[in-house]
C-alpha cells in the first residue's frame, strides 16, 4: 500500500495546521502511524508515535489522530512558529513488517 | 543522551563499493534492532535495512536487495551498511536509526542520526 501526503502546507505563527496521510489499500488501523520531522541541518525525529502518542520533549502543540472514513491519519500542529518548519512524514508498515513512508510534506510558516 | 553518529560517506564511481558506519552511544546498543534510512536529494525518505537487536534478522528494501547488506558490533557499538554495486540512483543521505524494539515488530524509529551523503558519480 502507500500513504500519500500532500506536497506543502503553510500557515502563520500562532495558527494550526492539519498534514494528512492517506492509506491506499487496508485498513488505517490495522497498523500504528508514527510522524517524524525533518528540519534542515538536524538529525530527523519523531513527533508522534503509534498513531496519537508525543514522545517526551515534544510540545503538546503537536497531536496525531487517525479517521477510519477517510482511511488516514493525520497530524495537527497548532500556536505555529518559525521553528516548526520543516518537512513532516508519515510512516507505517506493511503486513510483512516492511516500513512504509508517506511522501512529505513541507510546512511553510509565513 | 542518546547519539547515533553516521560516517564513511563521499563521492564513489559508479560498479565501486562503500561502507558506511554508524556509532551509537547513550544507550545499551545490543537491545535494540536497528535501521538504515536514506533520501536522495529533493524525493522522500526510503527504507533501506534492518537488522534485529542481536543480528539474527536482517531484511532490505527492494531497491538494494543483494547489493548492500547491514550488520553490526555489539562489542564495538556499532551499526555498518556495506554498499556494493553502487548506482547514481543510491545518491542519497544515508541516515541510521534505531527502533524503539528488539526485534523491530511493528518498525519504528525513535532516534535518529544526522546522516552522512553518499554520491555515486563518475
Known amino acids: 500500500f502507500m500513504l500519500t501526503q500532500p506536497h506543502s502546507v503553510s500557515g502563520s505563527p500562532g495558527k494550526t495546521i492539519t498534514i494528512s496521510c492517506t492509506r491506499s489499500s487496508g485498513n488505517i488501523a490495522s497498523n500504528y502511524v508514527q510522524w517524524y520531522q525533518l528540519r534542515a541541518g538536524s538529525a530527523p525525529t519523531t513527533v508522534i508515535f503509534e498513531d496519537n502518542q508525543r514522545p517526551s520533549g515534544v510540545p503538546d502543540r503537536f497531536s496525531g489522530s487517525i479517521d477510519s472514513s477517510s482511511n488516514s491519519a493525520s497530524l495537527t500542529i497548532s500556536g505555529l512558529t518559525t521553528e516548526d518548519e520543516a518537512d513532516y512524514f508519515c510512516q507505517s508498515n506493511d503486513l510483512s513488517n516492511r516500513v512504509v513512508f508517506g511522501g512529505g510534506t513541507k510546512l511553510t510558516v509565513l | 543522551q542518546v547519539q547515533l553518529v553516521e560516517s564513511g560517506g563521499g563521492v564513489v564511481q559508479p560498479g565501486k563499493s562503500l561502507r558506511l558506519s554508524c556509532a551509537a552511544s547513550g544507550f545499551t546498543f545490543s537491545n535494540y534492532g536497528m535501521h538504515w534510512v536514506r533520501q536522495a536529494p529533493g524525493k522522500g525518505l526510503e527504507w533501506v535495512a534492518v537488522?534485529?537487536?542481536?543480528?539474527?534478522?536482517?531484511y532490505y528494501g527492494d531497491s538494494v536487495k543483494g547489493r548492500f547488506a547491514i550488520s553490526r558490533d555489539n562489542s564495538k557499538n556499532t551499526l555498518f551498511l556495506q554498499m556494493d554495486s553502487l548506482t547514481a540512483d543510491d545518491t542519497a543521505v544515508y541516515y541510521c536509526?534505531?527502533?524503539?524494539?528488539?526485534?523491530?515488530?511493528?518498525?519504528?524509529?525513535?532516534?535518529w542520526g544526522q546522516g552522512t551523503l553518499v554520491t555515486v558519480s563518475s
Open positions: 536509526a534505531r527502533d524503539s524494539r528488539k526485534s523491530t515488530v511493528p518498525p519504528r524509529f525513535d532516534w
Open positions: 537488522i534485529w537487536y542481536d543480528g539474527s534478522y536482517q
